[in-house]
């Protein structure tokens, strides 16, 4: 897809299916997730993306990128985590930070 501005011809980039980020329910958060880790991850993009595992454990991300997930999620949740809710109940997999979002948000 291409638009012009002042005559100079900019390219657009289009996603391939449509991500709805209103509200914040379990499943919507967890999409949100989702999508940031496969734009961050260096995994292949037909690779399932595991909701129910740790991804420092499925190889999806190392510590540091763990460590910007957690960033991303206070970033674009607008929550500050606490270094105690920082662990394998809470955030240990993308379904757990998914359902502590909805109910920090709720609160």
Known sequence: ?????????????VRREPVQFMGNTAEQNMQRIVAYVQGASMIDPS???????????????DSFGIVELITYIE?????????????????????????????????
Not at 1 to 13: P, R, Y
Not at 47 to 61: C, H, N, T, Y
């Open 1 to 13: 897809m291409k638009d012009s501005i002042n005559g100079v011809t900019d390219l657009l980039f």
């Open 47 to 61: 690779q399932e993306i595991p909701l129910d595992r740790s991804l420092l454990e499925a190889g999806v991300f």
């Open 75 to 107: 970033t674009e949740f607008d929550l500050a985590i606490p270094e105690e809710d920082l662990t394998r109940e809470k955030m240990g997999s993308i379904r757990k930070m998914a359902d502590y979002v909805s109910q920090k948000k709720a609160a």
